[in-house]
């Protein structure tokens, strides 16, 4: 049985290492990092796949040729499936109209072809979760001439949503930020080695993945993991109880932006109340016209807990159709089948997704009283604003639905 003590000598060992690296890391002048200030550490498409997209380039402005396109797919271990001096590279291709059912079109992250019809579809995944049969298009196009490559911070697989009956690593590359494109970096910085802007922009780029997947720098890596090894048991403890840590982070959160919204909305017009239990697969936040405590339609804001299969774990505000059947509100969106979310927001601070299975969300949380407070007001704004914006057409059909029961 692991003991409390046991806890807090791995975790006091673990932060001298990561206090050690920061000591280190300011003597250098790595704390500054460009992608961070401007705010744009997760945006996957704007920073992630165009950074990656214009090293791979051959043509890119970093005048390097092909060798950061060799490099890449020696790294994840299919050099020479491309033909790299005839090797073209596009960000968002678009392979048709999406089709779901078909499992064909949408639009691919990182897209490299060559002359000879060869093809590498990646697709990238910071925060973002799977689209309906995502990676199954993606491998319907140009079939048998293409590879799909799977890209996340940690090297997961697609969902099944997502892939559907394809295997990983037979059908589908599964390549990570944590292993694959940090080396990947890596190489391309000895390559950079005499071209100062190019070589300082690739460092920062290589410190914001390391941040982001909690990689530890060579130096201090050995210690970790030798710490970690004598410690399994209690590691292993603690990384089976994280998800109930982010709960609680989320939690704390939700009860923040349930009281925020009690002083914004008018007291009067609106009842709010907390929805499930933070660990059950849903944790929202509700809000009903007082003079229809038993409508069938209301708002809604989830999830506190980046569970859920509504956005993939990200939080977003929506009008709750609770039965999930057609009705006179639903037809009146020209919906004869009827669903359960409608109107729905991603909410998104920074341009990036808020998802509580984030772990650095959770960690901005608890080291940054000034981001905790920013984040509280902007979920609480968001969906004021969204109830405000359309309540009168809630308020329609409750009225009119009254008046017919």
Known sequence: MVTTNEISLLFNSVQKIIDHQEQLEKLKGERFNIFSVLKMERLENRTHSAFIAELLNPKGSHLKGNIFLSLFLQTISLTEYVEIDTAEVIVEFGIGERNDELKTGGRIDIFIRDKRGKSISIENKIDAGDQTAQVERYYNYNKDNNTVVYLTLDGKEASKESAGNLVAGSDYKIVSYKDDIINWLQLCLKEAADFPLLRESIKQYLNLIKKMTSSPDKQHE????????????????????????????????????????????????????????????????????????????????????????????????????????????????????????????????????????????????????????????????????????????????????????
């Open 222 to 405: 050995k210690e970790f993991i030798n710490l970690l090894v004598e410690h399994y048991e209690v590691a292993a403890f603690v990384k089976n109880n994280m998800s109930k840590a982010r709960q609680v982070v989320g939690d704390e959160i939700r009860y923040a932006v349930f009281n925020r919204l009690n002083t914004l909305l008018n007291e009067d017009e609106f009842s709010i109340s907390i929805g499930d239990v933070i660990h059950n697969q849903y944790a929202q936040i509700w809000i009903w016209h007082k003079n229809y405590p038993n409508a069938d339609v209301y708002f809604g804001v989830e999830t506190f807990n980046g569970l859920g299969y509504n956005y993939k774990g990200k939080m977003f505000v929506g009008i709750f159709n609770c039965m999930g059947k057609a009705n006179d509100f639903t037809k009146a969106l020209l919906d004869e089948k009827g669903k359960y979310w409608y109107n729905g927001v991603d909410l998104k601070l920074d341009d990036a997704p808020i998802n509580f299975a984030n772990d650095e969300l959770i960690i901005d949380i608890q080291k940054q009283t000034d981001f905790k407070d920013k984040l509280i007001d902007y979920i609480a704004t968001i969906v004021y604003d969204f109830v405000i914006t359309n309540k009168d057409i809630v308020l329609t059909y409750l009225k009119n639905a009254a008046n017919n029961g």
